[in-house]
Nanobody, 122 residues
Framework: QVQLVESGGGLVQAGGSLRLSCVAS??????????MGWFRQAPGKEREFVGV?????YYADSVKGRFTISRDNAKNTVYLEMNSLKTEDTAVYYC????????????????WGQGTQVTVSS
């Protein structure tokens, strides 16, 4: 059974930083050929693309320059480093394994974690 487990969320002041982790088990995603994405969902809003890592990284405009995705294939883990956090970054953050097609569409991801809450206070 494939599992993705996110961790590292919490409460942080605006301007602060957090590092989220996503550990995969049950199947290896430890290949740069497999795209792993990060999404987020704020209350009352749709889940939105944050970024993805495959051979390269791609980010939503809203986080470009502040967020960085990396991976440690030996640990089957993907990271989301978030700096200069803003109150509008408050959301539940999810990692997911991409199966094909557009990176930006949630339906193109096979497996999802349970999410980790990030709250940015002003």
């Amino acid at each position: 059974q494939v599992q993705l487990v996110e961790s590292g969320g919490g409460l942080v002041q605006a301007g602060g930083s957090l590092r989220l982790s996503c550990v995969a088990s049950g199947r290896t995603f430890s290949s740069n050929a497999i795209a792993m994405g990060w999404f987020r969902q704020a209350p009352g809003k749709e889940r939105e693309f944050v970024g993805v890592i495959r051979w390269s990284t791609y980010y939503a405009d809203s986080v470009k320059g502040r967020f960085t995705i990396s991976r440690d294939n030996a640990k089957n883990t993907v990271y989301l480093e978030m700096n200069s956090l803003k109150t509008e970054d408050t959301a539940v953050y999810y990692c997911a394994a991409h199966r094909g097609g557009s990176f930006y569409y949630t339906g193109n991801y096979d497996y999802w974690g349970q999410g980790t809450q990030v709250t940015v206070s002003s």
